[in-house]
């Protein structure tokens, strides 16, 4: 407690201009920036494996199930740094016992639980029904009873009924994709419907929330495939590079767009807030948004993915622009989270002066455990990959690394 | 005859009626005393009190502070708000426009300790103390957003947080626009001010009205016509702040300078 208010002191000496005395205390910390990002990379992914299943983009069809468990192991670890950043972690099933209707945030559980059950999860089990039931009858033992479990007991893998399963995953799918815009537009509204906060205030921020969160979800499939495929001495489909790398690129643009229409009709408009806002960009937020969110996450990967898209050059070359590209769109993403969680917190209510965020190393909201948030959705995922091998030429081999 | 009255009635009645009257005049009294021991066994001492008949608000006259902080001293002592300068229920700010126009505001310690007087006084244009708390607005966007509806509007208007049912999110402290909500560092509870609900429910005032030596503040009855924040309303022009953002707020202001905010 005391070296809590000995942080608080500290601050005080950085604040410029003035600010209302409970402000100094920054209130939404690096937890509540992973948590759009984690979101918008199951979004982003969710609608990438879409396009693969409903828009017949045959070209990503070695994605498609990469995406959906990629999908999952983020979704499963969105609401963790929420809940590690609760006052009371202990109350926090209130939120589904006893929601207030009226309140956006409460609406979360309901979204997260839809989306988690009734579209990645189903789908998962619908497209991986038939190997499940394929395995099983492979093995033996503890295993045997693992993939039959799995499977809910089911055998039949007659035509008919895998006929069945795809259509089940062309239906769920469906219903996927506005479940998805829902899902991260949602957690836009969360902060755009604040109209205490100019920053955040805009029917903008939803949109614009979703279209990041498509952009950070190809490229973080472009570099998984990429990887997965180097790891397993394979070459990347060039063909399945290309199509996301075009992807890519049209959403970057889209978005790029929406975000440079917000700035542009906010200093159109100039409200009461201008000033302090142009302020909060020149000074505390120039290097996460002009440097690092804007021009190296942004312009210079635009300006590569077109490049490399559209240039004769050879295609080793161009798979290593895509996935420079993508580093970089992640780390501007990542940045994106940033300058709207924690910017929007740098400056008062007052819109008189500029507060600070020390981001501590250690303890519950420090550096480590957001960097522990943001790992442990990969090893997840590389669980999820030993026990759901979603590679195409390995369909009809038993997994071997569920060994009993 | 049915009117006709004997001795040996009317004596029979006499001593009956004194009788009655007798045991009435002891015995009333200890039923009463009797039934008042139960009342008191089952019910606390205090009058009950009835949020439907109340409705407050509290006026600040702006020209009559003299920004000593006995307010939010008085404020973090009854409501054992913690001392360090980071958590306020209410507090003081100054404003000091230059001769230039520029906007200095400051409120060093919220005020508690008071101010030291400003570089140069001839350079002003004009100054004064705005005592700022939670405006427990009939519109409260607090309210609106918390996902488990701990902090909630009473009937008598005020806004109010359950701290044993709040679970820390800080979507409300996100959501107001005065920068009256701070997580309370050892409750892990969003905490704001209550208008002393202790003291007002039991016909006290609040200890940041009942402490200021310039009476600045008003508080009471919004709707009671003989009530002394009813007649400020009817005397003075009132503004809010951020009105623009259609909180309603219910604190009322007189003589409010155009650059509070």
């Known amino acids: 407690m005391q070296a809590h208010f000995a942080e608080l002191a500290a601050l005080v000496g950085q604040i410029s201009g003035f600010i209302y005395p409970n402000e100094i205390e920054l209130q939404w910390s690096i937890l509540i920036v992973i948590y759009p990002y984690l979101t918008g990379l199951v979004a982003g992914a969710f609608i990438l494996a879409s396009l693969e299943k409903v828009f017949n983009v045959k070209e990503l069809q070695p994605t498609y199930r990469l995406a959906l468990l990629c999908a999952l192991s983020f979704l499963i670890v969105a609401p963790m740094p929420l809940q590690a950043h609760l006052g009371h972690p202990e109350r926090s099933l209130e939120m589904l016992m006893t929601p207030n209707p009226n309140s956006a945030m409460a609406m979360f559980g309901f979204v997260y639980l839809w989306y988690l059950l009734l579209v990645l999860l189903l789908e998962i089990w619908f497209d991986f029904r038939a190997d499940m039931v394929r395995w099983s009858q492979q093995s033996r033992g503890l295993k045997k009873f693992f993939y039959s479990a799995l499977a809910l007991g089911t055998t039949d893998i007659s035509d008919e009924a895998v006929a069945f399963d795809h259509k089940a995953v062309y239906t769920i799918t469906l219903v996927g994709i506005p479940s998805a815009f829902i899902l991260h537009g949602y957690v836009g509204f969360i902060f755009g419907s604040i109209k205490a906060n100019p920053w955040w205030s805009s029917v903008l921020i939803p949109i614009v929330f979703l279209f990041s969160a498509i952009v950070s979800g190809i490229a973080m499939i472009l570099l998984i495939y990429y990887i997965s495929s180097l790891i397993r001495g394979q070459q990347p489909k060039m063909p399945c590079m290309d199509k996301l790398a075009s992807f890519l690129l049209y959403a970057l643009i889209l978005d790029f767009s929406l975000e440079s229409l917000d700035f542009i009709h906010r200093l159109y408009e100039s409200e009461e807030s201008i000033h302090i806002l142009s302020e909060l960009i020149v000074s505390k937020l120039f290097l996460s948004l002009t440097i690092v969110q804007i021009m190296l996450g942004t312009i210079l990967p635009l300006l590569m993915l077109a490049f490399g898209r559209y240039s004769r050059l050879p295609a080793e070359l161009k798979r290593i622009i895509y996935v420079i590209s993508a580093m970089l769109i992640q780390v501007g993403i990542f940045s994106t989270r940033w300058n709207v969680v924690i910017g929007g917190q740098l400056f008062s209510k007052s819109l008189r002066g500029l507060t600070a965020y020390k981001l501590e190393m250690g303890g519950q909201e420090g550096l480590l455990a957001a960097i522990g948030f943001l790992i442990l959705p990969f090893l997840i995922f590389l669980l999820l990959i030993k026990i759901l091998p979603p590679w195409e030429d390995e369909k009809e081999t038993v997994p071997a690394a569920i060994e009993a | ?261």
Not at chain 2, 52 to 57: A, I, L, N
């Open chain 2, 1 to 261: 005859m049915a009117d006709k009255i004997n001795r040996r009635d009317f004596v029979r009645k006499v001593v009956e009626g004194t009788a009655s009257a007798v045991m009435l005049t002891v015995c009333g009294p200890m039923r009463s005393l009797a039934n008042a021991s139960e009342e008191a066994a089952t019910e606390p001492s205090a009058p009950a009190y009835d949020a439907t008949q109340h409705y407050y608000g509290m006026g600040v006259q702006i020209d009559r502070c003299i920004g000593c902080g006995k307010c939010a001293d008085a404020c973090k002592s009854e409501n054992n708000v913690p001392r360090e300068p980071f958590y306020f229920r209410t507090w003081v700010e100054r404003y000091v426009i230059d001769a230039e126009r520029e906007v200095h505001v400051d409120s060093p310690g919220g005020g508690l300790h008071g101010f030291s007087p400003p570089a140069a006084e001839e350079d002003i244009l004009r100054s004064f103390f705005v005592p700022k708390l939670c405006n427990h607005c009939d519109h409260p966007p607090c309210v609106q957003v918390c996902p488990v509806g701990a902090t909630f509007k009473t009937q008598d208007g005020v806004v109010l947080v359950d701290q044993d049912y709040c679970v820390g999110c800080r979507y409300c402290i996100q959501a107001c626009p005065y920068g009256a909500r701070y997580l309370h560092p050892e409750k892990h509870a969003a905490d704001k001010c209550t208008f002393c609900y202790q003291r007002i429910t039991k016909g006290m005032l609040p200890a940041c009205v009942e402490v200021c030596p310039t009476q600045t503040r008003v508080f009471g009855e919004i709707n009671g016509i003989s009530s002394p924040l009813h007649r400020l309303m009817k005397m003075e022009e009132i503004q809010v702040l951020k009105p623009e953002l259609n909180t309603e707020p219910k604190v009322l202001y007189t003589k409010l300078d155009g650059e509070v905010r």
